[in-house]
């Protein structure tokens, strides 16, 4: 009776020690190179817009395709901060003597994709000027093989439940044409 | 053996197996994460030095001239050297650490570059960063012994020109433009069909015109890349240039008219400037390999290869490129490069730096912006005049800042530039021309004494 006790539980044990364990640590092996893949698309994603100071709908598109080469979904967020150039000194004399009154406004990802899937002359690209700050934040929206194992185990839960993310930001050093 | 045993061997060749590669992925993933780092603290600090570029031009009356622009040049570098610094977080140990990362930094201006690199010091005999000098962005072409001259190319259609021409020395000066676009009929000046209103932008027509003519009847028909000469004793021609015998670059006509960026002009102008670049950009950053001990570094600097889109950058306007290499990071070592453009200079004025002002509303506008009212009063000016500057007449105490013009930014075209363009009208097209012509006459050459004697 004992032996048999002592047989199953090593069975079981072999099992998760032999299986579950070797595929959680490839599958988090595979998210990081995946987060790793995403920081750096990421990254000349934004580094591209704030040289040229513009975003193509081609750029953007491949960049999208290429997130979802890693085989994952992705939610990306747009954030472009425009540099209000005119307060701060023309109309109102008392800011004679200042310097580095910056005022900006925000748009975001559904903003700057109606510009550029919209019509007319101005779309399929959104203009930035030097001046302005771009920022974009990535993370995954679907459940990596990875997070699957860990519920299996111990489970998170929520909505903020992504393990890969990536962000970068920047100034915009070029006005686009 | 048993079934348990087998785990445990199993385990003892796993376990190591999976943790040294969990630990080296991680360590890959620091690095790339660093690298992205590094560049970005690169590329801000680049942009730092070109704003800095862009303020002290500004309020400098005389920036575009020789010693006054070296100044401007060596305050950029050290707030590019300061803000690299601080944002690497070594601040602590003073510029000098990183200096020996930095192989080299180029300022490409109107007609010439300046390049910033480590080489001997002839006044102190120190091997140390300095300002190498000005280099143009010129090349030799000789025909024969009758005819052999050096061009200077800038970044747009002004040339200076100066060695033998038919047996006789000349030097001169000038912009070209397409000789049968500009008709002058006793006081009134047409450019494209369009009537010159500006009495300055009419000179610049006028001697545009002329010293086309003059190029077109002397050197149009002998000058192909062919001839382009390495200065030298033996006349060694350019590789990159050798068996063009066919593109008359300077033969202005409507085909090759120096206003089309595809012009047989154009595409040749931009070789030059590149090759030159290169040239130059490759020897300072391969001295400074072979001697980089001097400075305590053994890394291998070379020469990254830079992207075409990034060499059209260089090439269209005043540029500033900033490498780092040999800065270790992880398991290997960094090596990077910024290319920022400063599009608010005073040494080059585009199209597309024109901003326009108007008397039906207090903004200044693109061109091609909707939301002009009065299109028949437009005014164009280069858009660094629209920059807040320092009130010089009060003095250092009583620091004030003003601006040349009132208007504000229209948040139309300039703010916000996701506008639908406006197609050009006869009236925004004169004053684009009278524009054009008044600033092109108005800027400062460094060539314009050539034409004096």
């Given at each position: 009776m004992g032996e048999t006790l002592v047989t199953v539980t090593a069975i079981f044990l072999a099992a998760i020690l032999m299986f579950v364990f070797p595929l959680m640590t490839v599958s988090e092996r595979s998210d990081d190179i995946s987060e790793l893949n995403v920081q750096t698309l990421t990254s000349q994603f934004v580094d591209n817009i704030k040289s040229t100071g513009k975003l193509t709908l081609t750029n953007y598109d491949n960049f999208v395709q290429s997130l979802g080469a890693t085989g994952n979904t992705y939610d990306v967020e747009l954030e472009f901060k425009i540099?209000?150039?005119?307060?701060?000194g023309k109309d109102t004399?008392?800011?004679?003597?200042?310097?580095?009154e910056n005022v900006y406004y925000s748009v975001y990802t559904s903003q700057i994709e109606d510009v550029l899937y919209?019509?007319?002359?101005?779309?399929g690209q959104y203009k930035l000027k030097e001046g302005d700050i771009v920022s974009v934040n990535v993370k995954n929206t679907n459940t990596t093989i990875s997070q699957m194992l860990r519920n299996f185990f111990y489970s998170l839960v929520g909505n903020?439940?992504?393990t890969i993310a990536a962000s970068s930001s920047g100034m915009v050093t070029n006005t686009g044409k | 053996m048993k079934i348990q045993n087998m785990a445990v061997v199993f385990i003892i060749i796993i376990l190591p197996i999976s943790i040294l590669l969990s630990v080296y992925v991680k360590g890959e993933v620091e690095v790339i994460k660093r690298q992205n780092k590094y560049d970005q603290i690169l590329s801000e600090s680049t942009y730092d030095a070109v704003k800095a570029f862009k303020l002290n031009t500004v309020n400098n009356?005389?920036?575009?001239?020789a010693d006054s622009i070296r100044r401007d040049i060596k305050a950029s570098i050290n707030s590019f050297i300061n803000s690299l610094v601080t944002n690497l977080g070594v601040?602590?140990?003073?510029?000098e650490s990183i200096?020996?990362?930095?192989?080299a930094i180029v300022y490409t201006l109107y007609d010439g570059f300046y390049i910033y690199s480590p080489t001997i010091?002839?006044?102190?005999g120190v091997y140390e960063h300095i300002i190498k000098p000005y280099i143009y962005y010129s090349i030799r072409y000789r025909i024969d012994n009758y005819n052999d001259v050096v061009i200077n190319y800038t970044l747009d259609n002004y040339i200076v020109v100066y060695g033998i021409v038919n047996g006789n020395y000349v030097s001169r000066a000038g912009y070209l433009e397409n000789v049968t676009d500009i008709s002058i009929n006793g006081s009134q000046v047409t450019y494209k069909g369009t009537v010159i209103t500006d009495e300055t932008a009419k000179q610049y027509y006028i001697e545009a015109r002329e010293f086309t003519q003059w190029i077109n009847d002397n050197l149009a028909e002998k000058i192909t890349p062919s001839n382009a000469r390495k200065i030298g004793e033996n006349d060694e021609t350019y590789p990159e240039f050798e068996?063009?015998?066919?593109?008359?670059?300077?033969?202005?006509?409507g085909s090759n008219d120096?206003?089309?960026?595809?012009s047989a002009f154009n595409v040749h102008r931009r070789e030059v400037i590149r090759l030159i670049l290169q040239d130059n950009l490759n020897s300072a950053i391969t001295s400074y390999s072979a001697n980089s001990e001097a400075l305590g570094t053994t890394y291998n600097f070379k020469m990254p290869i830079l992207e075409e889109e990034e060499w059209n950058r260089l090439i269209e306007n005043v540029t500033m490129i900033t490498f780092m290499q040999g800065l270790p990071i992880g398991n290997k070592y960094y090596n990077g490069y910024s290319v920022v453009s400063c599009?608010?200079?005073?040494?080059y004025i585009s199209v597309d730096s024109i901003y326009y002002i108007n008397e039906g509303d207090s903004y200044y506008h693109r061109i091609?912006?909707?939301?002009?009212?009065?299109?028949?009063t437009l005014v164009g000016y280069k858009n660094i005049e629209f920059e807040r500057k320092i009130?010089?007449?009060?003095?250092?105490?009583n620091k004030e800042y003003i601006y040349e013009h009132e208007e504000n930014a229209c948040y139309y075209c300039?703010?916000?530039?996701n506008y639908e363009s406006q197609p050009l009208t006869s009236a925004r097209i004169q004053a684009q021309y009278n524009a054009m012509g008044r600033i092109r006459k108005e800027l400062y050459k460094r060539g314009d004494d050539l034409n004096k004697d």
């Open positions: 540099l209000d150039d005119n307060p701060g004399g008392s800011g004679l003597d200042k310097i580095g919209g019509s007319g002359s101005s779309a903020d439940s992504y | 009356s005389r920036s575009t001239q601040s602590g140990y003073g510029t200096k020996p990362y930095i192989p010091n002839l006044e102190t068996g063009n015998v066919t593109d008359r670059i300077l033969n202005i006509t120096p206003q089309r960026e595809d599009p608010k200079n005073k040494e091609d912006c909707p939301e002009i009212v009065n299109e028949n009130n010089s007449n009060l003095g250092e105490e300039i703010i916000n530039s």
